[in-house]
């Protein structure tokens, strides 16, 4: 297959297959002293396997007092080194060149205290930061030349010096984070005096062979931040100091869509800036910012807008990814659909986790092996847990039946891609499409299976997924002709007035809202708790709010519906005082119940064993019904 994609190129010396980068991405597996633990290496080493060309392994630190928010990886000291090595060479031994990203977290710390070239805080909540002094900058000088010094101790053959996203190397950087009246602020010239002592400091210890790649934000994209034409000089000066490549991201903290982007964010967003900065420097440039389509990230190349593409949350998704593109398999490439649910899980200190990859954090101890014996499997539902649980079986030698009452297969996958800025799950629904296609799984739909029916199917076990039904508390007035449940006004089965009260702002009732905006309605929203956003990623909560106060969404937290009526939704807040909220139509969004079809199945006479998967078992995510599917017909 002729891609540019699968071209090898020269980086810094090295020689690299192909032009596929797994880019650093921390996902809270080391142990907790920040050693490297099987999961470490054993989540590496699949994508490996896969054939990308560069992978930089995450975000490691330098400073044993200033950490992240979990478990992360450490290289301050010299007995990080055997497991660092350990690493290196199992990824080594498929062809893969391998590096490692070096960071220290400046004032974007949790877990030890802040430091900073000003004492300017990340957020206006957050603390104010120790300023480094002269001798204190020379030491993390000195911590990250020695943290260079034990990658290459441990076999990386390059390291990754991270000037981004706001962290320490960035807010020296940064006219925003760097208010310093010393030689190390003021002039970019001076902003740029710290990381140029740390990569001549590389230089003068290690030697002038070893590469050395730097992550920078093309732009921080806030006001008084870094622009792209700060960038495009930081890149040449950084050029001229020896730095052999350049991976351009974007965004600090006050701007993480553009560093971790949500499904909002379009494809190859960032590309233009790669674009920029290339045309600027000699040295390879890497583009990141959601490249995980193949077609975008050619066409990036193509273009000549990068050397490189990094697919970050692609491999994440689908550790294969990159075998898939050399064998011309794209549709059967897990599409990663930017719901940022493992950064989320990383960012409250917990293991990664993968809406779409059940596999993520169990490489090699999750594993999908042929049956022992083949069974007939009818599943009952074609939601996201009835299509994985297909399909897995299918794959693994089952005979699958799959019966849907509804006239299509995707369940409330179509519900959650309804709204304007979730589209991108129709991505992993046609996957999941494709992969019943693939497998010729016998689909039936339209079919309400008798316990005759289903027993004359003759299986040998039976799994329910049958999903849930909306919740509808029996608030007064809510029988009434204006009042409708959410997933109606997603699916667009009803029409609403001008003025819409939705009751309920958890995820399906943001959904609603910001479909309701996007058509011109006046929307106020009711909760219950203190917040709206109830159960979303936390990047893309902070964004919906303030879409909600920019389209003039009425927000009513901590407020009880008390009763419905003709036009008008009558609720009461915290003290109890009574608000009336004039409106057409009224939109309930109160969650879900699991579904009891098929309840016969949970007899202690019906003769065959049963299983439960999704919402019908237990409330939840994609995310929980993708792995419940999967697990079970991993054992069946």
């Not at 053959?157 to 003021?186: K, T, W």
């Not at 159960?535 to 106060?549: D, K, M, N, S, V």
């Amino acid at each position: 297959m002729n891609m540019k994609l699968l071209e090898p190129i020269e980086v810094g010396g090295l020689h690299v297959k192909n032009r596929i980068v797994m880019p650093p991405m921390g996902m809270g597996y080391a142990h907790e002293d920040g050693t490297v633990s099987d999961r470490v290496i054993n989540y590496y080493v699949r994508r490996a396997q896969s054939g990308v060309g560069m992978i930089v392994v995450e975000n490691c630190i330098v400073d044993p007092n200033v950490l992240g928010v979990g478990p992360e990886l450490r290289i301050h000291d010299d007995h990080y080194i055997e497991g660092l090595a350990r690493l290196a060479r199992e990824i080594k031994k498929y062809g893969v060149v391998v590096g490692i990203q070096l960071n220290h977290m400046g004032r974007q710390t949790t877990l030890g205290t802040p430091v900073a070239p000003s004492p300017i805080p990340v957020s206006p909540k957050g603390p104010i930061p120790k300023v480094l002094s002269v001798d204190e900058i020379q030491d993390v000088v000195r911590e990250f030349v020695a943290g260079a010094w034990r990658a290459r101790e441990a076999g990386f053959d390059f390291v990754e010096i991270h000037g981004a996203h706001g962290y320490l190397v960035c807010e020296f950087m940064s006219p925003i984070s760097n208010q310093r009246e010393d030689e190390y602020g003021g002039s970019l010239g001076n902003r740029m005096r710290f990381p140029l002592e740390i990569i001549y400091g590389i230089r003068e210890t290690i030697g002038e062979d070893f590469p050395i790649q730097f992550r920078l934000s093309g732009s921080e994209y806030v006001p008084g931040g870094l622009t792209l034409d700060d960038a495009v000089e930081i890149a040449r000066i950084l050029e001229r100091a020896g730095v052999t490549s350049l991976s351009v991201s974007a965004g600090n903290w006050q701007t993480l869509h553009y560093i971790m982007a949500p499904m909002f964010m379009p494809k190859g967003y960032l590309a233009n800036d790669a674009a920029r900065i290339k045309s600027a420097v000699n040295i390879p440039v890497i583009a990141v910012g959601r490249l995980n389509d193949v077609e975008v990230a050619e066409r990036v190349l193509r273009e000549g807008k990068a050397d490189m593409i990094a697919v970050g949350r692609g491999l994440i998704a689908d550790p294969e990814w990159a075998q898939k593109v050399r064998e011309n398999r794209i549709k059967d490439i897990r599409p990663c659909i930017a719901c940022n649910y493992c950064v989320d899980f990383v960012s409250r200190a917990l293991e990664a986790k993968c809406t779409v990859n059940a596999e993520l954090g169990e490489e090699f101890t999750f594993e999908i092996l042929p049956a022992l014996k083949r069974k007939r499997v009818v599943i009952v539902g074609g939601g996201p847990a009835g299509l994985e649980t297909a399909w897995v079986a299918a794959h693994r030698g089952h005979e699958v039946l799959l019966f849907e009452k509804d006239n299509r297969l995707g369940g409330k996958l179509h519900v959650s891609a309804a709204a304007p800025s979730k589209k991108e799950i129709n991505r992993f629904t046609e996957y999941l499409l494709h992969q019943i296609a693939k497998y010729h799984i016998k689909v039936e739909m339209g079919v309400n299976l008798t316990q005759d029916e289903l027993l004359g199917l003759e299986p040998d076990v039976v799994v329910l997924a049958t999903g849930s039904v909306p919740v509808v508390p029996p608030i007064p007035g809510h029988d009434q002709p204006h009042v409708h449940i959410a997933e109606d006004i997603l699916l667009r089965r009803v029409a609403v007035g001008r003025q819409v009260v939705v009751v309920g702002g958890g995820g399906t009732g943001c959904d609603v809202v910001e479909q309701l905006i996007h058509d011109g309605h006046q929307v106020t929203i009711i909760e219950l708790l203190s917040h709206i956003g109830r159960g979303l990623e936390a990047i893309t909560r902070r964004w919906l709010y303030y879409e909600f106060r920019k389209a003039g969404v009425n927000i009513l937290t901590k407020h009880k519906v008390m009763r419905v009526k003709e036009t008008a939704v009558v609720a009461t807040d915290k003290h109890g005082h009574e608000r009336h909220i004039h409106c057409d139509s009224v939109v309930l969004a109160m969650g879900y119940r699991p579904s009891d079809d098929l309840a016969f199945c949970e007899e202690e006479t019906f003769p065959v064993k049963v299983y439960r998967v999704g919402d019908c078992a237990r409330i939840g995510t994609i995310l929980d019904a993708v792995s419940q599917g999967a697990h079970l017909a991993a054992k069946l």
